[in-house]
């Protein structure tokens, strides 16, 4: 097995685990999950504009 589609293949379980482990959340805690991810998503796209702009 080449060692590209053998971190692939890791990458994927990986990521089936997360949403497993997400679906097993009540949905409170769901909320809270996807709230956080939405403001880091957020926090991330203003550092990226932020890094276009010229420093005065």
């Known amino acids: 097995m080449e060692a590209g589609k053998e971190t692939d293949e890791s ?3 990986e990521g089936l685990r997360l949403v497993r482990a997400f679906l097993l959340l009540s949905p409170d805690r769901r909320a809270e999950v996807i709230a956080f991810a939405e403001e880091l998503a957020r926090a991330h796209a203003d550092a990226k ?4 702009t010229p420093a005065r």
């Open 49 to 52: 504009e932020g890094e276009g």
């Open 11 to 13: 990458d994927d379980v």
